[in-house]
C-alpha cells in the first residue's frame, strides 16, 4: 500500500463522537473553557484582570470587573466565590487563586475612574420603575440609564444598597466603599424615591411605567416556635431584623452572653456583631453537621477567630424564662443518619439535653420571601410556595410588563447572583421596550 492510498484510507475511517470539530457557533462556548469565569454568575473576565493586576493596571482591572460584576469593591469583600472552586489550580494544589481578594486589590488601588464611566444618551421616552434599591436594582438602572431610559428606584430606606447596606456589617463592608459604588450608579441621572414603602404593585402599574423591575430581596427572617417563645419577646431577635437595627443605629448593645441559632453567612455576621456590641460569651449553634454548614469556609474561620464557640448537631427546644427574664436554651442532642439516597434525617442521640444559659438569641435560621403588596389580580402567577412565576433566562413574570431578580425571583442568594439577573432583566426591558423579543438574547460582551 502506498503512502497516498494509506493516508486516504485514514481519512475514510469514521470518526468518534468525541472528535467531531468543536461547535463555536454558541458564544457561551467562550466562556465554559474558562472554567473560573464561567462559574461566576455574571461571568466576570477573571484572567484579564489579574494580568491586568499583574502589571499594576489597577484602574483596568476594576474596569474590567466594573463592566460584568458592577461593585466590585462590595463583592471583593463579600462575594461567596463561586468562581474559586472552578479555578484549575485547585486541581494542583491545595487552594486556588484568591480571586475574589484581587478584586479588593483592583478596588483599593485603582486611579480616578470618572472619565472611563459610559455617556448617557439623550432620553428615549421609556420609563421604568425599579422596587428595591439593592444589587439587582442597582443594575438595571446602570445598565438602562446610558441607553436613554428614565429609571426611578424606589426604597423604604434612606439610602440606596438594599441588604449590602443593612445586612452586611460595616467592618466587614466599609460604608464608604458602599456609598461610592452605589451613589456612582445613582448619580447616572436615576430618580431616587427613598424613604417610600411601595404597599400596592397596582399602584405602580398606573403610573404608566413601561416596565417594572421588582427587586426587593428576600426581607422575612424566619422565626421559632418552640415552647417559651412568646415569653422571650424582648430577647429574642430575628437576625435579618437586628442586623438592619444595627446598621442603621437603633440598636448599640446587646447581652453578654449570646446565642446565635443558624449555621449561614448571616449567623457569622450576627455571631461577630455581637461581639462587637458587647458579647463576652457568643455562641453560634447549629443543627446540622459541621461539613454541612452553609455559611462560607472563610466567614467560618473569621469567627472562630474571634472566639466565638461553634456548637453542632443541636435542636433548640424550649427558652427557659425565670421570673420573666431569658436565662438559657434548652437543646437536644442529634446526629445525622442518610438513606440510600443521600437524604439527611436528625435522629436524636439520647444524651442528656443541653443546656446553654443567655441573655439574648439571635435567630439567623433562613430568609423568606414576602409579597403581601403584590395584589394577585393584576395578571402575576405565584406558585404553590408563593413565589412569583419567573422565567429564568428572561426573568419575565406572567404579566409582561413585571420582571424580578435577586433574591425576590427565586429565593435567597449572594450579591453576585443578584448582579447577574439585573444584567439579564435589563435585557429583557429594553428589549420589550424596542418591541423587540425578550427571548432573542444578545451575544456576550456586546451587551
Sequence with gaps: MSLEEHREKLEARPRAPYM???????????????????????????????????????TEAYMVNWESNVFPGVLGRTCDRPCEPACRRGRIEDKPVAICRLKRVAA??????????????????????????????????????????????????????????????????PETVLNEEVDRILN????????????????????????????????????????????????FHIGIDWLMSV????????????????????????????????????????????????????EIEDAQNED??????????????ENGKLTGIVFQKVEPVYDETGRRKLVPTGDDPVVIPCDDVLCAIGQENHFPWIERDIGLDFDEWGMPVVDQITFQSTNPKVFFGGDAAFGPENIIWAVAHGHQAAISIDQLCMSRDVNERPAPDVT
Design 20 to 58: 467531531k470539530p468543536t461547535d463555536i457557533s454558541d458564544p457561551n462556548y467562550f466562556h465554559k473553557v474558562v472554567d473560573c469565569q464561567w462559574a461566576c454568575p455574571a461571568h466576570t473576565p477573571v484572567p484579564e484582570y489579574i494580568r491586568m493586576i499583574a502589571q499594576q493596571r489597577y
Design 108 to 173: 483599593d488601588y485603582r486611579g480616578d475612574i470618572e472619565h472611563l464611566m459610559p455617556e448617557i444618551a439623550p432620553k428615549n421616552g421609556r420609563r421604568v420603575a425599579c422596587i428595591g434599591g439593592g444589587p439587582a436594582s442597582l443594575t438595571v438602572a446602570r445598565d438602562l440609564i446610558p441607553l436613554g431610559y428614565e429609571v426611578i428606584v424606589f426604597d423604604r430606606d434612606s439610602r440606596g444598597g438594599g441588604m449590602m447596606r443593612s445586612q452586611i456589617p460595616a467592618f466587614r463592608l
Design 188 to 235: 447616572f441621572g436615576a430618580e431616587t424615591r427613598f424613604n417610600q414603602d411601595v404597599t400596592s404593585l397596582k399602584t405602580i402599574l398606573d403610573e404608566d411605567f413601561d416596565a417594572v423591575f421588582v427587586g426587593t430581596g428576600a426581607p422575612k427572617g424566619r422565626d421559632l416556635d418552640i415552647p417559651g417563645r412568646s415569653e422571650v419577646q424582648d430577647n
Design 247 to 298: 446598621a442603621f443605629e437603633h440598636t448599640s448593645k446587646i447581652g453578654k452572653n449570646v446565642v446565635v441559632l443558624g449555621g449561614g453567612n448571616m449567623a457569622m455576621d450576627c455571631c461577630r456583631t455581637a461581639k462587637r456590641l458587647g458579647g463576652e460569651v457568643v455562641k453560634v449553634i447549629v443543627r446540622s453537621p459541621f461539613e454541612e454548614m452553609k455559611a462560607s469556609p472563610w
Design 308 to 321: 466565638i464557640e461553634i456548637l453542632n448537631n443541636h435542636v433548640p427546644e424550649k427558652f427557659l424564662v
